[in-house]
């Protein structure tokens, strides 16, 4: 508990009492401040009303003085350009033929001296007088031009007013008037452009008191300037007040004869009621408002009467317990409270700060000075110096750690946390504060620093290097490794520069690796780098992190360094073992691509004569030969599998994606592979494809069918199935079999080229084992995603995730019969060097009907076709000739001597990338050998096409 010396606090009844006088001291003015407000708008609001009405005045006063200027200006032109002087039929064809330019609410007419008509814009007005006008007899007698008053038209009833000048001969005597009647269209016209405000009206009266314009009202009729108006025709200056009307109270603003046009007198009257009706409202919600809060605030008052009665008995409870819960926590951690009184310098200390400092509270009277005295010389100053600046910077919070020498000579350490509360003015009003002792904590301390003194000892007996550098990279420790690594003493490394002792090449790396530790200060961070030894440039592993000081800023960074260069060494041999594995087996590549080369030539000659034959042998040999074309298409599609592979690696195959049915592709596999099912006695379905796909038509259907040729390679008994399902954007499609199962330990070999899982005697029926390895290839290539789920002797599963479709339309079903015809009468061109090869393409393209020029090169093809009477419709020419020379040569040698582009096909052997390169820069097909007959036709008629549809 806190010991007081002087008195506590207040009476609880002082504040229940004056509670309810605060509040009323707060709400009446508020009310009062609410009415005022509220009158204060409604005054402005008939402010405003003046003021608008002045402002609408003006604006009816700029338009009607710009009707009667222009009227003005007409009769001076009529005047002045002496048309008002001229012979009635020229004076009246002159009006008429400017009539379509004047507004429609002005009539113009031109009368003589006797007052008759003689020429207007109203055809109607010719030969009528004006003699018994008031006008005219006024221009007569006096002024050259004047203003009437207004009268209903003879003609179509409307009101008008009259605007007139006088017309003289050459002696000055008077000849007659030019008049412009201005009827009430023009007030029309006026507000049909711009209406008047809500609950406005407006009158135009003459100098007689007729009202021959109004608003909102028709104006066309004839009436008296209301009673309560009349005064302001004796007005000799524009004004705005408030005029009763009946019922209604208007704010008037009116222009006088006087001012404006000095011919009418303009009125503009606002209905005040109307208008202030939305403020009247206002403030009597306001006052309604009022009154229910008072209601409140006494209803309030008392219930919160009540309550704070009640509040403040249970936080004195509340209170009671706390110190009890305080003094008890105080005590068991050797702690205390003390409050000081700056102004009257009084201090209070709990029992715990009497304690801590090893006094009686019964003998010792606290104070600042005696508090001071407990401690060493050299602290009082120091303490009474940061006590002075908190104050003196009017700080609220400060933080002091400091020893106090107790009575029995033993030396305790404190840490005093205070709060200084300040008043209105910023004068220091009184300080609380927590005394703890942290005794305990410094022994810790210490123990650390010998802790520290001991971690030293340790780093210095590491074989590894350990370091520690500032933020700007100089060493501020290294161990005797380091020392001992760099070839230098301790004196001279630390404050050097780590730049000095890294490779320049991989400064920048370590300065990256030093910005990471830098985003992220609690977590280490590991690099290698080569620093230059005594020995050499090495290789070391680096393991860093940066030091924070208690702020948690970063102070240092230390990393330890262990030699790896042995390990580098051995990580780059391996590196050169890869580049060896990966060049011999580009070796293998190129081997295999020249072996097909050489096996195809000769086959491409059994495909030709095979194809001749088939018209030339009986029934027996006809079966005979289909055994031999089923073997070709065999050891073909054997070679095959090495171009694919071949195509795939050149990056010569780009898929055009688009989206498509995936029904299609698997009404094709279903077609060409379900008889194989059957013959082999497996069950076949396929389901839940009905879906569309964004991808490669013709790449995706050479996927799935490798799975499925695999599938029925490796499945003697069971079924195969395909089957579709939707998972988020994507379409999966399964190939099942029930095969022999894949063992786990081969699943990533057998996407590998030439790795067939039961196949150890490498029989060839069973392919070359490049079907997967293809697979893997055109997933890469199309972006599809290949799972493999498989279990031993049970079979296999191959999933292909493939990209959904929005949707795409079925093209409509090829004639797949279409284009085994040829057209007949062709003359094609065959260059070859071998020779079987070149009689082969000879007897199968006679055998069609074409008429076929061979030769074994270039030069014998263009003499050849020196003979001819028509030039070539087509070559064949082999992409490799004798003598180092390509067919892309011959070509277009033969081209140059037909003088035209002869479409030209080139056959090749070759398995590689170059064939492929060149004829696509040459724009030329190229068909792999061996050609089936039915490719043959295909890319004849493809080519033949154009040419055709031409002729």
């Not at 009707?67 to 048309?83: K, M, P, Q």
């Not at 809060?293 to 403040?312: D, E, S, W």
């Amino acid at each position: 508990m806190i010991r007081r010396r002087r008195a506590g606090t207040r009476p609880p009844g002082r504040l229940s009492t004056r509670a309810p006088l605060f509040l009323f001291l707060i709400v009446f003015p508020l009310l009062g401040l609410n009415l005022y407000n509220a009158l204060a708008a409604r005054a402005e609001r008939e402010n405003d009303l003046h003021e608008e009405a002045m402002r609408w005045l003006a604006i009816v006063e700029t338009e009607q003085g710009h009707v009667f200027d222009e009227a003005g200006r007409l009769l001076d032109l009529l005047i002045d350009g002496g048309t008002a002087t001229l012979p009635a039929e020229r004076c009246n064809a002159a009006v008429m033929h400017l009539a379509p330019r004047f507004p429609s609410y002005l009539t113009v007419t031109v009368a003589d001296a006797d007052g008759l008509i003689r020429c207007s814009s109203n055809p109607a007005a010719l030969g009528q007088s004006i003699a018994d006008r008031p006008l005219f007899h006024h221009l007569r007698e006096t002024g050259r031009s004047v203003v009437g008053v207004s009268a209903p038209s003879r003609l179509s009833g409307r009101l008008e007013l009259p605007l007139a000048r006088r017309l003289e001969d050459a002696d000055g005597r008077f000849a007659g008037a030019a008049v412009g009647m201005i009827d009430i269209g023009w007030l029309e016209d006026f507000l049909r452009r711009q209406p008047l405000p809500p609950d406005s009206s407006l009158l135009v009266a003459d100098r007689s008191g007729v009202v021959f314009a109004r608003a909102p009202e028709e104006g066309g009729r004839r009436s008296l300037l209301p009673q309560v108006f009349r005064p302001l025709l004796q007005s000799a200056r524009r004004g705005v007040a408030e005029i009763r009307d009946g019922d209604r109270r208007l704010i008037t603003a009116w222009s006088p004869f006087s001012s404006g046009l000095q011919a009418t007198l303009t009125i503009l009257g606002i209905d005040r009621d109307a208008r202030m009706v939305p403020v009247d409202r206002s403030l009597m919600r306001s006052l309604l408002l009022s009154g229910a809060v008072v209601l409140g605030a006494v209803l309030a008052t008392a219930l919160g009467l009540h309550r704070y009665l009640r509040y403040r008995e249970r936080v004195e409870q509340a209170l009671e317990r706390a110190q009890e819960h305080l003094s008890l926590v105080l005590a068991s951690v050797d702690a205390g409270v003390w409050e000081w009184d700056i102004r009257a310098n009084s201090v209070v200390w709990s029992e715990g700060i009497y304690r801590l400092f090893g006094v009686d509270p019964g003998s010792f009277t606290p104070g600042f000075t005696a508090w001071l005295d407990r401690l060493s010389p050299e602290e009082q100053v120091s303490v009474r110096r940061m006590i002075e600046d908190t104050l003196a910077n009017r700080r609220t919070d400060y933080r002091l750690e400091h020893r106090v020498l107790l009575p029995d000579g033993e030396v305790r350490w404190l840490l005093g946390l205070g709060r200084v509360f300040y008043d209105r003015s910023g004068e220091a009003l009184r300080m609380v504060g927590l005394t703890v002792d942290i005794t305990q904590t410094k022994e810790t301390e210490e123990a650390l620093r010998r802790s520290e003194q001991r971690y030293r000892g340790l780093v210095e007996s590491q074989t590894d290097i350990v370091v520690r550098m500032d933020a700007g990279g100089r060493y501020t420790f290294v161990n005797d490794t380091a020392c001992r690594v760099f070839g230098r003493r301790r004196e001279a490394l630390v404050g050097a520069q780590w730049t000095e002792f890294a490779v320049a090449e991989d400064v920048g790396n370590l300065d990256a690796a030093i910005e990471r530790m830098n985003g992220d200060p609690l977590r280490r961070k590991t690099f290698e780098g080569r620093v230059r030894t005594t020995t050499g440039v090495r290789w070391y592993l680096w393991d860093g992190g940066p030091i924070v000081d208690e702020t948690g800023a970063i102070a240092e960074y230390q990393a330890v360094g262990r030699d790896i260069n042995d390990r580098k060494l051995v990580e780059q041999r391996l590196r050169l073992a890869k580049e060896e594995a990966e060049r011999a087996t580009a070796s293998k590549s190129r081997f295999l691509a020249a072996a097909s080369h050489d096996l195809r030539q000769p086959m491409q000659s059994l495909f030709l004569f095979a194809a001749v034959l088939r018209d030339h042998v009986d029934a027996v040999g006809r079966e005979q030969l289909v055994h031999l074309e089923r073997s070709l298409e065999a050891l073909k599609g054997l070679l095959d599998s090495l171009l694919d592979v071949s195509k795939l690696d050149a990056g010569l195959v780009k898929p055009q994606i688009e989206e498509f049915p995936l029904g299609l592709v698997l009404e094709e596999l279903d077609a060409a592979y379900k008889p194989v099912a059957d013959r082999q006695g497996l069950g076949w379905s396929i389901a839940g494809c009905d879906g569309t796909v964004r991808s490669d038509r013709v790449l995706l259907a050479r996927l799935l069918r490798n799975l499925v040729e695999n599938a029925l390679r490796y499945t003697q008994e069971g079924a195969i199935a395909i089957r579709c399902r939707v998972d988020g954007a994507d379409l999966l499609i399964e190939v099942e079999d029930t095969g022999i199962g894949i063992p786990a330990d081969q699943r990533d070999q057998i996407f590998e080229e030439f790795v067939q899982v039961g196949n150890i005697e490498r029989n060839r029926q069973q392919g070359l084992g490049l079907g997967l390895a293809i697979v893997r290839r055109l997933a890469r290539l199309l972006g599809c995603r290949i799972d493999l789920h498989s279990e031993v002797g049970k079979g296999s599963v191959f999933c292909v995730r493939v990209p959904r479709g929005a949707g795409a339309r079925r093209p409509p079903p090829s004639n797949s019969d279409a284009g085994l015809k040829i057209r007949s009468g062709l003359l094609v061109l065959v260059i070859d060097d071998e020779i079987l090869v070149l009689l082969g393409l000879q007897a199968i393209l006679r055998e069609w009907g074409c008429g076929v020029i061979t030769a074994t090169g270039a030069a014998q093809a263009v003499e050849r076709l020196r003979g001819l009477d028509r030039g070539p419709d087509l070559i064949l020419a082999d992409y490799r000739l004798g003598g180092g020379r390509l067919g892309t040569e011959a070509v277009e040698q033969v081209r140059a001597a037909c003088g035209r582009p002869v479409p030209a096909i080139l056959l090749t052997g070759e398995t590689g990338t170059e064939a492929l390169r060149e004829a696509a820069s040459k724009g030329l097909r190229i068909l792999h050998k061996p050609v089936t007959a039915r490719l043959l036709v295909e890319a004849l008629n493809t080519l033949t096409a154009g040419r055709a549809a031409n002729s």
